[in-house]
């Protein structure tokens, strides 16, 4: 079955580490997006990538780095910098810019506790 | 900012019944408008999407309506079942990009069986 996979599922860090989250697909999309979600928040855009090795800031990546060396794979990178990284992290991706009849996918989601 | 936003945050239903979660939208450039359904623990599941140029679209029980002059965007779920508990997010592509998604902050429906 084609689709997104994030892994791990929970992740436990502790302050002042970086980590790094996964995240892989095999639906040969071109995009791929970085969201963070906090308890009753909408999602939060981290990073977005429109291609291979070229990827954008989103509203929130302060804290966050990101690389997409393959079309498959978009990890991304929680920083020692990012005050509060503890949330659920999502990673999508879609065929262009998500758009009609071809919206962003889903992963189920890393969540990510730093104490 | 502009933002997308939802006006209620909680809507409980009897199986069976049809379902109505309402959302508000600011940016009048936005013109791309999608319905996510997120489990518990699970990521956000697309629904439906409608362009701007439309008013109306249909899916498998659930309709989706677009009212541009009032900005309001509202997803029907027909004859609601226990499994469509869940929450369900609007999202626009504020300013018209694709690429960067506006998510309003979630319906909390619970369907009572």
């Known amino acids: 079955d084609g689709g997104i996979t994030q892994s791990p599922k929970y992740l436990f860090r502790k302050e002042g580490q970086n980590v790094t989250l996964s995240c892989e697909q095999n639906l040969n999309h071109d995009a791929m997006y970085w969201y963070r979600q906090d308890p009753g928040q909408g999602l939060r855009l981290i990073y977005y990538s429109q291609i291979v090795n070229d990827f954008q800031k989103g509203d929130i990546a302060e804290g966050y780095s990101v690389s997409r060396e393959k079309k498959e794979s978009f990890p991304l990178t929680v920083t020692s910098a990012q005050k509060n990284p503890t949330a659920f992290y999502l990673c999508a991706s879609s065929t262009t810019g998500g758009s009609y009849n071809s919206p962003l996918h889903f992963g189920n989601g890393t969540r990510l506790t730093v104490t | 900012g502009e933002s997308v936003g939802l006006h209620l945050p909680t809507l409980s239903v009897q199986e069976g019944d049809n379902s109505i979660i309402n959302c508000a939208y600011s940016?009048?450039?936005?013109?791309?408008f999608i319905w996510y359904k997120q489990e518990s623990g699970k990521g956000p599941q697309f629904i439906i999407d409608i362009r701007s140029n439309m008013d109306k679209r249909q899916g498998q029980r659930v309709t989706v309506l677009l009212n541009k002059t009032v900005k309001h965007l509202s997803l029907q779920i027909a004859a609601t079942q226990p499994g469509d508990s869940a929450v369900y997010f609007c999202a626009e592509n504020s300013g018209g990009s694709n690429y960067k998604l506006t998510f309003g902050k979630g319906t909390l429906l619970t369907v009572n069986p």
């Open positions: 940016n009048s450039a936005s013109d791309y």
